[in-house]
């Protein structure tokens, strides 16, 4: 029995059990599926080369009725692991799983905002701009159920934006999703003036991608223009980077001058 290899305490029966289990599920994944539990122990092994070859074979044996609990062990171990190569393995497959297998658009939002806070840094812009895509866009079968999903995804950005440091792509998914729909929050204590405040909180905050203060700017010249408001702290804001040495948000804030 397979399972007695991979469960042994002999690392090398260890590794032979998870190659060998990564043939037949090739060929036969339901038999795979049948010793899941005992594969994502061998994520604890503390030998690189059987961890990642683990990681490889969980992913082949995932599907929509495992993937939750795969993608949390996954999000345990990018949590945890300080392994560069290791985090954006995990990365690439924690996002591949929850674009293919997601089971609802909540469940997605919130694990790809898991992977966002932990390993930001190596996720591709490609992730975030399919995030984004899915809240525009919805399933495009049922509106009611889409401006439903918007409010959601609002309400946890606003959350979120509260914590005081947060991964550069994960903000500029913020700015871009508050900028669309912020007139969808439905979290206490929040109305319009209230977001508009906490965005210009935001750009003050220190970033490496210097691309993030112009996706709060154009956050806030849309819900400026969406809501034909004034606001000293967004005219602080755009008086304070119309001079910026990145000439992308220099130009932002000149627009935004010439739009008043």
Sequence with gaps: NISRFISSDNHNLRYLGVTGLAQIVQVNASYAAEHQMVVVDCLEDPDESLKRKTLDLLFRMTNPQNVVVVVDKMTFYL???V??????ELVQRITSLAERFAPDNEWYVNTMNQVFELGGELVPAETAYNLMRL???GTGEDEEADQAFRTFAVNTYLKLLEKPSLADILV???A???GEYARLATVDGYNIDDIIDLLC???DRPFEDMATRGYLVSALMKLMAQHRMKSGAV???ISN???SRFTDLQQRCYEFQQLQ
């Design 79 to 81: 949590r945890t692991s």
């Design 83 to 88: 392994d560069s190569h290791l985090r954006r």
């Design 135 to 137: 809240v525009a866009e």
């Design 172 to 174: 500029q998914v913020i």
């Design 176 to 178: 871009w999703v508050l």
């Design 201 to 203: 909180d935001c750009v």
């Design 235 to 237: 005219d602080a804001v």
């Design 241 to 243: 980077y119309r001079s």
